[in-house]
C-alpha cells in the first residue's frame, strides 16, 4: 500500500487522535526497516514498518488493534511523510530497544536505597521461607561441589521453608517445593551430564529421587505431582545415559543397576527399576539389543523370582524378554506359584 494514499484515507477522527500521540526514537534500524515508541497517554506502543519505494511492505503494533492499521502506525508514517523516509540509525537502536514507561513497583525500586530494600527483604525472608530459599539457589555465587549431601541438603532447606513440619500439603505447596527445586537442581543436572560416565551422576541422581520419595511418604496429599517428578526425572536421566558417547561405559552403567536389581538388592530397587524401564523406552535398537542380553544374564545369576518385584516391572522384563526371544530361558523367573 502506497504511503501517501494510506495517509489520505485517514479520517478527521483518526488525525485528531494522531495528533494526540507522540512519536519517539524513529530509527532505521537496516535499511527500509523503522522502528519507534508511540506514547499514549500513560500506553507506550512498539511500532516497526517495513517500506520499499513508498509503499508499506509491513507493519506491527503491540497495541494488538485487529484493523488494517492502528493510529500508532498512522503516526510513525506521518513521522516518516515529515522526514522524507531519512531515517539515520542511532547509537540507541544498536542496543535491545526496551520502553521507557515502567510498573509502578519498578519506578519504586529505583527509589530505595540499597539499605532500605535489604532491610525489606529481610522482613519479607522471615514469613516467606520458601521465598528466601528460591532467592538463595537463584543468586548464589558460590562454587558448590556437587555431592550426594549437598543435593541432600538442598532438599531438606527446601522441604523444611516450604512445608515445615506440616504432615498433610495441599496440591499448590507441593508445586512451590518442585518450582523451587528445578531452579536449584539447574545446575546439578548440569553437572550430572558433563559426567554421566562417571558414578558420581548415578549418586546424584538416585540420592534426589530417595530423599524425594521419603518426603513424600512421610507427608499426606492427594497429588499426582510427586509421581510425575518421578517419571519425569528418571526419563531425563535415562535418555542422558543413553546419548553417552562411549558406548561401552554406558553398558558398564547399566550393569551396575542391574546388579543393585537383581544380586544385591539394593535400597536403590525401586527406583532402578524404574529407571531401567525408561532406559529400555529411549533406548535405540542397538542398545536396546544389548539391554536384553544384559538383562537375561542377571536374571539369570539372581535368587529372586517374579514375587519379588512390582508387577508393572515383572511385565516390562516379560515384554523384553519375549522381544528378544530370551524368555523359555528365564522360565525358572516368571514361572507361576503352585499356590497362586
Known amino acids: 500500500m502506497n504511503i501517501q494514499k494510506l495517509l489520505k ?24 526497516h523503522f522502528v519507534a515508541f508511540v506514547d499514549e497517554g500513560e500506553e507506550t506502543y512498539d511500532v516497526h ?69 535489604v532491610q525489606w527483604l529481610t522482613e519479607v525472608f522471615k514469613k516467606n521461607k520458601a521465598l528466601e530459599q528460591q532467592f538463595v539457589v537463584t543468586f548464589s555465587q558460590e562454587k558448590i561441589d556437587y555431592t550426594p549431601e549437598y543435593v ?12 515445615g513440619k506440616r504432615k498433610t ?4 505447596k507441593i508445586k512451590k517445593i518442585l518450582d523451587t527445586l528445578a531452579i536449584a ?12 560416565d562417571k558414578p558420581i551422576a548415578y549418586q546424584l541422581f538416585s540420592k534426589i529421587m530417595m530423599e524425594m520419595q ?18 519425569e526425572y528418571s526419563t531425563w536421566f535415562a535418555l542422558t545415559l543413553n546419548n553417552m558417547q562411549n558406548q561401552q561405559r554406558w553398558q558398564v552403567q547399566l550393569q551396575q543397576i542391574m546388579k543393585g536389581i537383581f544380586l544385591d538388592d539394593s535400597a536403590t530397587k525401586t527406583i532402578d527399576c524404574v529407571l ?12 536396546q539389543q544389548v539391554f536384553a542380553q544384559t538383562l537375561s544374564d542377571y536374571i539369570l545369576k539372581t535368587s529372586h523370582t517374579r514375587y519379588d518385584f512390582k508387577m508393572d516391572f515383572v511385565s516390562f522384563v516379560r515384554d523384553v524378554t519375549l522381544t ?11 514361572k507361576v506359584s503352585a499356590y497362586e
Open 49 to 117: 514498518i517495513q517500506i520499499k519505494e513508498e509503499n508499506v511492505v509491513q507493519m506491527t503494533c503491540d497495541c494488538e488493534q485487529t484493523t488494517a492499521y492502528c493510529t500508532h502506525q498512522a503516526a510513525v508514517l506521518v513521522q516518516l511523510t515529515q522526514k522524507g523516509s531519512k531515517v539515520a540509525p542511532t547509537q540507541e537502536v544498536k542496543k535491545r530497544r526496551t520502553k521507557a514507561k515502567q510498573s509502578i513497583s519498578g519506578a519504586l525500586l529505583d527509589e530505595q536505597s540499597k539499605e532500605t530494600i
Open 9 to 32: 484515507k485517514l479520517t478527521t477522527k483518526e488525525k485528531s487522535q494522531i495528533k494526540a500521540l507522540q512519536v519517539r526514537e524513529l530509527d532505521e534500524e537496516e535499511p527500509g
Open 169 to 172: 500439603l495441599e496440591g499448590v
Open 185 to 196: 537442581f539447574e545446575p546439578v543436572n548440569d553437572f550430572i551430564t558433563v559426567n554421566i
Open 276 to 287: 531401567l524401564k525408561a532406559s529400555y523406552d529411549h533406548a535405540n535398537t542397538v542398545q
Open 214 to 231: 521419603a518426603f513424600d511418604k512421610r507427608i499426606s496429599h492427594h497429588s499426582k505431582k510427586f509421581a510425575d517428578f518421578y517419571q
Open 324 to 334: 528378544h526371544d530370551c524368555y523359555d530361558e528365564l522360565y525358572s523367573f516368571f
Open 152 to 163: 541432600a541438603d538442598i532438599l531438606q532447606q527446601t522441604f523444611k521453608a516450604v512445608a
